[in-house]
């Protein structure tokens, strides 16, 4: 089996950090679940971590914490997602915002 690409890596990731921010507010909106399944699926993230992430979407447990060096280096692309699933259920709660400072703090 090939090892997974720089991309893939960074890719895995940015749905982590999706996965918690959409945790965040102890609930996950059936459309933020969409934009994380929909951007892991077009991005191939291998079947393996798609399962783990349909699992945490399913029951509510939280991903493995993210790995923010491997995400420092692109922080713009990082938001990017961040801001498509912010936009997916209109709302930006509270629990959302701290963290979404909290990441633009430690990602710069």
């Given amino acids: 089996m090939a090892r997974p690409s720089e991309d893939d890596l960074f890719n895995v990731e940015v749905l982590k950090v999706m996965l918690q921010l959409a945790q965040s507010d102890q609930r996950v909106d059936p459309r933020e679940a969409g934009v994380i399944l929909g951007a892991a699926r077009s991005w191939g993230v291998p079947e393996p971590e798609l399962a783990a992430?349909?699992?945490?979407?399913?029951?509510?447990?939280?991903?493995?914490?993210?790995?923010?060096?491997?995400?420092?280096?692109?922080?713009?692309?990082?938001?990017?997602?961040?801001?498509?699933?912010?936009?997916?259920?209109?709302?930006?709660?509270?629990?959302?915002?701290?963290?979404?400072?909290?990441?633009?703090?430690?990602?710069?």
Avoid at 80 to 106: H, N, T, W
């Fill in 53 to 108: 992430l349909k699992k945490a979407l399913e029951d509510g447990s939280p991903p493995p914490a993210p790995d923010l060096a491997l995400l420092r280096g692109r922080s713009d692309e990082v938001f990017e997602a961040v801001q498509a699933l912010i936009a997916s259920d209109g709302e930006l709660r509270a629990e959302e915002r701290e963290m979404l400072e909290e990441l633009r703090l430690i990602l710069g």
